[in-house]
């Protein structure tokens, strides 16, 4: 009798440990089986995760929440990972390197955008119609054309999209944030017509051609102020002098020049200016930190814009476009001091004279004829001239070499 009672709690024990072990397997078959099923799914788009960090990541797009913000410039961003690239702003790092040309990009996605200039491969066919695409992302964006259905609709101004990423883009719209970014300067913007636009600066494309001639424009207002030259047509008119010009930004500059007024004062130094933008490149000169350095020749800057600015020189972009002629430069600095042909501004005037000039150096060199300074002297004769292009023609045709 014990004999038997002995045996039955052994066959129980056994029962309750393989019951038990069953019970841990199966829980552990029915964990992975969840996983792959992606348990975690958002009650708002339908989309499943597999974690529910995820889930918590993603419903950030509908909450609108931004915990991550720059310190630097206070923009705020979804996810840890954004505000670090984000960064490369503010630090200049572009880790990201082409081998064949040397341009540096501060985002991998650019990086690898770029290296399909080179290459020039599409490698990406739509199955539907056979158009191929450099990048997935393309054939991606592509595929739309072909599906009919848009689940996706704007809670703001109700429109419809067939993929939750044009939702997205088209969402940006209307907070304002500039999110299309341009991958030869980073420039951004908030639309993709406006990005689009801007890009044939880099492209060359000029599709709006003026009616009276051959030139061509980037854009339409640019060829509606190129054609009042022919036209003769000046819309602004200084009221104080009844100068009239074709373009509003330069009447806005000459009127400058009837004010005098420096109204932007220098709180280091005491100098003052008559634009915000002039007040705004003289700080430079006191900041005596410059972190910013040029990959390929060493010169620093204190300032990002400054270094983006001078790297041009190397790249030998001419991205500066003058309105009224078409002419190119490499920096602002250099158009805005062309643009004083066009405008007629001299915001240099002789101490000694009324006579005033459009460069600094050239009332430079003016004021010698009344303080008598000649500052070039010939070696070989000894004869003193106000310019140097005046001892160079004497050197030229004189014979006391």
């Known amino acids: 009798m014990l004999e038997n009672e002995e045996s039955e709690e052994e066959e129980k024990h056994h029962q309750v440990k393989t019951g038990a072990k069953t019970r841990s397997q199966t829980e552990s078959i029915s964990l992975l089986k969840r996983r792959d099923k992606k348990c975690f799914t958002c009650r708002q788009c339908g989309k499943s995760f597999t974690h529910k960090q995820s889930l918590d990541v993603h419903m950030r797009i509908h909450t609108g929440e931004k915990p991550f913000?720059?310190?630097?410039?206070?923009?705020?961003?979804?996810?840890?990972?954004?505000?670090?690239?984000?960064?490369?702003?503010?630090?200049?790092?572009?880790?990201?390197?082409?081998?064949?040309?040397?341009?540096?990009?501060?985002?991998?996605?650019?990086?690898?955008?770029?290296?399909?200039?080179?290459?020039?491969?599409?490698?990406?066919?739509?199955?539907?119609?056979?158009?191929?695409?450099?990048?997935?992302?393309?054939?991606?964006?592509?595929?739309?054309?072909?599906?009919?259905?848009?689940?996706?609709?704007?809670?703001?101004?109700?429109?419809?999209?067939?993929?939750?990423?044009?939702?997205?883009?088209?969402?940006?719209?209307?907070?304002?944030?500039?999110?299309?970014?341009?991958?030869?300067?980073?420039?951004?913007?908030?639309?993709?017509?406006?990005?689009?636009?801007h890009q044939r600066i880099h492209t060359g494309e000029k599709p709006y051609k003026c009616s009276h001639c051959d030139k061509r424009f980037s854009r339409s207002e640019h060829l509606k102020r190129h054609e009042r030259i022919h036209t003769g047509e000046k819309p602004f008119t200084c009221d104080q002098c009844g100068k009239s010009f074709t373009q509003q930004g330069n009447f806005k500059s000459h009127m400058i020049i009837h004010t005098g007024e420096k109204l932007h004062e220098c709180d280091q130094c005491g100098k003052t200016f008559l634009r915000a933008s002039d007040l705004k490149s003289h700080m430079t000169v006191h900041s005596q930190e410059k972190p910013h350095s040029c990959s390929l020749c060493g010169k620093s800057f204190s300032r990002l814009q400054s270094l983006k600015q001078h790297q041009k020189i190397h790249t030998g972009v001419r991205n500066h476009v003058c309105f009224e002629c078409e002419k190119t430069f490499i920096t602002a600095a250099d158009l805005k001091l062309h643009q004083r042909i066009h405008t007629g501004e001299k915001p240099y005037k002789c101490s000694h004279c009324d006579k005033r000039f459009n460069r600094s150096g050239t009332l430079k060199r003016h004021e010698r004829i009344h303080t008598g300074e000649k500052p070039y002297h010939c070696t070989a004769c000894g004869k003193s001239f106000t310019r140097i292009s005046s001892l160079l023609s004497h050197t030229k045709n004189s014979h006391c070499k």
């Open 69 to 197: 913000t720059c310190e630097q410039c206070g923009q705020d961003f979804k996810r840890q990972g954004h505000l670090k690239i984000h960064m490369r702003i503010h630090t200049g790092e572009k880790p990201f390197t082409c081998e064949q040309c040397g341009k540096s990009f501060a985002h991998k996605g650019s990086f690898k955008r770029h290296i399909n200039i080179h290459t020039g491969e599409k490698l990406h066919e739509c199955d539907q119609c056979g158009r191929m695409f450099s990048r997935a992302t393309g054939l991606k964006s592509h595929m739309s054309v072909h599906s009919q259905e848009k689940p996706h609709s704007c809670s703001v101004c109700g429109k419809s999209f067939s993929r939750l990423q044009s939702l997205k883009v088209h969402q940006k719209i209307h907070p304002g944030v500039r999110n299309h970014m341009c991958f030869e300067c980073e420039k951004t913007f908030i639309r993709a017509a406006d990005l689009k636009r």
